[in-house]
């Protein structure tokens, strides 16, 4: 049974920093692509980062480039998500996916595997 576990959401201040983690079972870790998700009230849900299988390419969104990274730990099959210099339009709820194809993941943000879920929130 494939899991996806977030934890590391919290509350910071404008130009603070968290790390979001996506603990993964049930998956061959480094043959599927994860990605960060976020959704914030009342808006639709956007890619954030992906890490390609493998693990050799990272992508971002425009908007966090330069602030966040992702990496993977292969002996935790764990995915993390650097985010520096946030900023209260960060705020959403992020999620982990995985998937073994990687365009239907980071350009469709079709999964069948979705996290639960951790809460950012960045106050000015």
């Known amino acids: 049974e494939v899991q996806l576990a977030e934890s590391g959401g919290g509350l910071v201040q404008a130009g603070g920093s968290l790390t979001l983690s996506c603990a993964t079972s049930?998956?061959?870790?480094?043959?599927?692509?994860i990605a960060w998700f976020r959704q914030a009230p009342g808006k639709e849900r956007e890619g954030v980062a992906c890490?390609?299988?493998?693990?050799?390419?990272?992508y971002y969104r425009d908007s966090v480039k330069g602030r966040f990274t992702i990496s993977s730990d292969n002996a935790k099959n764990t995915v993390y998500l650097q985010m520096n210099d946030l900023k209260p339009e960060d705020t959403a709820i992020y999620y982990c996916a995985a998937s073994e194809q990687l365009l239907s993941l980071w350009i469709m943000s079709i999964s069948h595997y979705w996290g639960q879920g951790t809460q950012v929130t960045v106050s000015s």
């Open positions: 890490i390609s299988q493998s693990h050799n390419n990272t």
């Open positions: 049930g998956i061959t870790f480094d043959s599927w692509a």
